[in-house]
């Protein structure tokens, strides 16, 4: 049973525009949730997180929103740029953080289009 | 570079050979975690280590696995008797604890092929 949900495999989104990528979790465990970018053939690296506690954080060009009630967050991206072509995971983690590691989606495919 | 470090990059072996794969965290970070991927999923958590101890391990580590920190800073992560089922990228990531929030910071990864 997934635990962290990205349903949406591929987005494509043009130069300029705004991106959103979604994800949902089961777990109302979760207390922190984390969104990272991947290349092929490199590890993922860390953008941003959000706490329970907040219902958005930002950095820069990046905004994550978090809705508990409905176990839902995104990821806004604006404005988008080429860079931005990757592979996009959401993942989260108990109180804590270290006992079960984090629980990751599958992955959206962002491709910025010129 | 002060990030996190995995050596090596690339590893083909054959099955039923052994093989260990390295990570150095991130000096200050006392918790280092394994992740594994395969295509298509996302990472898949492994083990991890606070300090030198071993605290989880998934079910995903069959007894084929072991993974050491001798000293609290590099870790390794041996294979023994390998299946072709267990190729996949090998991730390795370090964290500082907290009371909460800690975010996890990845290497480059070791991509293993079992032929």
């Known amino acids: 049973d997934q635990q962290v949900k990205q349903n949406s495999p591929s987005l494509s989104v043009q130069e300029g525009r705004i991106s959103i990528l979604n994800c949902d979790y089961t777990n109302s465990m979760f207390d922190y949730f984390l969104w990272y970018k991947k290349y092929p053939a490199e590890g993922p690296t860390f953008l941003i997180s959000?706490?329970?506690?907040?219902d958005k954080n930002e950095d820069g060009r990046f905004t994550v929103f978090l809705n508990k009630s409905a176990k839902h967050l995104s990821l806004h991206i604006v404005p988008s740029q080429p860079g931005d072509s990757a592979v996009y995971f959401c993942?989260?983690?108990?109180?804590?953080?270290?006992?079960?590691?984090?629980?990751f989606g599958k992955g959206t495919h962002l491709i910025i289009q010129p | 570079d002060t990030g996190v470090s995995q050596d090596p990059r690339h590893k083909i072996t054959k099955r039923g050979q052994n093989v260990t794969f390295r990570c150095d965290p991130i000096?200050?970070?006392?918790?280092l975690y394994w992740y594994r991927q395969t295509l298509g999923q996302g990472p898949e958590f492994l083990t991890y280590?606070?300090?030198?101890?071993?605290?989880?391990k998934s079910r995903l580590l069959s007894d084929r696995f072991s993974a050491e920190r001798p000293k609290g800073s590099f870790s390794t992560l041996e294979i023994q008797r390998t299946e072709q089922g267990d190729s996949a990228m090998y991730l390795c990531?370090?964290?500082?604890?907290?009371?909460?929030?800690?975010?996890?910071?990845f290497g480059p990864g070791t991509r293993l092929l079992v032929l």
């Open positions: 280590f606070q300090n030198e101890a071993q605290l989880e």
């Open positions: 000096s200050e970070h006392n918790r």
């Open positions: 959000i706490s329970s506690i907040k």
């Open positions: 990531a370090s964290s500082l604890a907290g009371i909460s929030g800690e975010t996890q910071y």
């Open positions: 993942a989260a983690s108990g109180v804590g953080g270290g006992a079960d590691g984090l629980t």
